[in-house]
Each structure stands twice: as structure tokens, then as C-alpha cells.
């Protein structure tokens, strides 16, 4: 489904990418991101990824959220990694009064 139907088309980005790539990025200005925000979520909502671009430079790309990429933390990971020296809280030589 392509999302949304207002969307312009981009002729530099047609002429800087390959038109055989198949792509299923769908590019908007700037201006049209701040204008139609919302009903780019909604197209993110439903698996589409959706890049911004500037003078038809991609500079951002928003993709669904998604909890598989998170892994649990794992307590302790880092024991043994930081020293804290015994004086770590005794006053700068240079604060002594």
C-alpha cells in the first residue's frame, strides 16, 4: 500500500539513486514531514520505513519499533572494569585550606 497519496515525487532523488533499485522506502521533504507528521507515523505504525531528506539528500529515516532488537541487560557485565581509588572523595590539593 503506498502511503500517503499527497505525496510529491522526488526528481532528484530519481536521478542521484538508481530507479532499478527496488526500494520500499518511501522519501519526503523537510517540509512535508513537519506538515503530514502524524500521517507518517501511521505509515511507520503499519511496517513502511519512511526517509527525510533535505535538497533531496536523505538525512533521516524513521522504521518501526521494534522490541526484538532490545536484549535484556545483564547484571554484572562490567565487574572488574572500573577501579574506584580509596582517596576517590578527598579534596583537590588545590581546595585544601
Not at 18 to 26: A, K, Q
Amino acid at each position: 500500500m503506498p502511503c500517503p497519496p499527497w505525496q510529491a515525487v522526488d526528481l532528484v532523488h530519481s536521478l542521484v539513486y538508481n530507479p532499478n533499485e527496488v526500494n520500499d522506502m518511501t522519501t519526503y521533504n523537510i517540509h512535508e514531514a513537519k506538515t503530514h507528521f502524524s500521517k507518517l507515523l501511521e505509515c511507520v505504525m503499519n511496517g513502511e520505513e519512511v526517509v527525510i531528506a533535505k535538497a533531496g539528500k536523505p538525512v533521516a529515516r524513521i522504521l518501526p519499533f521494534s522490541t526484538n532488537d532490545i536484549s535484556p541487560r545483564k547484571p554484572g557485565i562490567d565487574k572488574g572494569k572500573v577501579i574506584i581509588m580509596p582517596d576517590f572523595d578527598d579534596p583537590l590539593p588545590e581546595f585544601d585550606v
